[in-house]
């Protein structure tokens, strides 16, 4: 396994390329106590921002002080973002958010406009089953982002990730070879009769790839298609998403192809995929419940330009 360190690079672009993200704006909507997608996201939207063009805003849960607080899991500010936002990427973990800030998010979710999710978006929301908006619970995830939360298979173990033979050339997987990932499997199944599985997981004993080999393959990325009030969404999600997954190049550029492909760009992924070297810092704390998370950090500290 690759551990957490210092990585930086400055931001660069190809000529055919850094148009692609100009006048589109992505809102990236964080919140989960355990994989740090308050450092995974901003990693992602400053490749998009500074390589790609993309407008980018990212929102975090705050603590009433402002502070970012992911085990803060009834707010998240300033999601209102989302009005006028081209894509919504959510990776959040059983929020509870008030009815003033959810609406954007259904919202958002009924508009036909392209979405993004990772891993605990499968329950990105846990009101409970005698709560007015129970629904988001389990039925929204799977018909926004094309299944719930079943189960996984253990922290101990990680996962090895291969592409599914009949879809090697789908746009998303340009680029993108089979890796090793320190996420361990989640159960899934089965999908949305509207996703298309792309990538398989196997459950690999231990933290490190070349372990035993354990349980059935199950999906980890797919395209879906969400059936709004107003509209048809493109939308790209995966199981992956601890933060040493994102060490590795091939995961980086499936979720900044995953993005393209569902904004209606896949003509703009090379044949070799995207450019996904990192720019800027990214050193994420360990995934991890309680104080794992960096303190006393605001929004404004956390840069998505670069110079």
Not at 1 to 19: D, I, K, R, T, V
Not at 61 to 88: C, F, H, Q, V, W
Not at 129 to 142: E, F, K, V, Y
Not at 263 to 273: A, F, N, S, Y
């Amino acid at each position: 396994m690759m551990c957490g360190g210092l990585f930086m690079n400055p931001p660069h672009s190809q000529a055919s390329e850094a148009p692609a993200g100009e006048g589109l704006h992505i809102v990236f909507v964080t919140g989960d106590e355990e994989y740090r997608s308050e450092e995974t996201m901003p990693m992602l939207a400053r490749i998009l921002k500074n390589r790609y063009g993309f407008e980018v805003t990212v929102r975090y849960a705050l603590s009433d002080e402002g502070y970012i607080d992911p085990n803060r899991a009834d707010n998240i500010p300033g999601l209102d973002a989302l009005k006028d936002a081209d894509m919504m990427v959510m990776n959040t973990r059983f929020r509870r958010l008030p009815d003033d800030q959810l609406r954007y998010i259904v919202e958002f979710a009924e508009s036909g406009k392209p979405m993004a999710g990772f891993r605990t978006a499968t329950h990105a929301f846990r009101y409970g089953g005698d709560h007015p908006r129970s629904d988001m619970d389990n039925s929204w995830p799977r018909e926004v982002f094309g299944q719930q939360w079943i189960s996984h298979l253990g922290g101990a173990n990680s996962t090895d990730v291969r592409a599914i033979e009949e879809r090697a050339e789908h746009p998303v997987l340009r680029g993108v070879r089979d890796f090793h990932a320190r996420s361990w499997l989640y159960r899934v199944s089965p999908l949305h009769e509207n996703a298309e599985p792309l990538l398989v997981g196997q459950a690999v004993r231990g933290e490190d790839a070349g372990g035993e080999l354990f349980d059935e393959p199950h999906p980890v990325a797919w395209t879906h298609h969400y059936d709004g009030k107003d509209g048809r969404s493109r939308v790209f999600f995966t199981t992956l998403g601890h933060p040493a997954d994102f060490f590795d190049e091939s995961m980086r550029r499936l979720a900044l192809n995953g993005f393209f492909w569902a904004l209606g760009l896949e003509d703009k992924i090379p044949k070799e995929g995207l450019d996904a070297d990192l720019i800027g810092e990214y050193d994420p704390n360990p995934a991890g419940f309680g104080e794992q998370f960096k303190q006393g950090l605001r929004p404004e500290d956390i840069p998505l330009k670069v110079d």
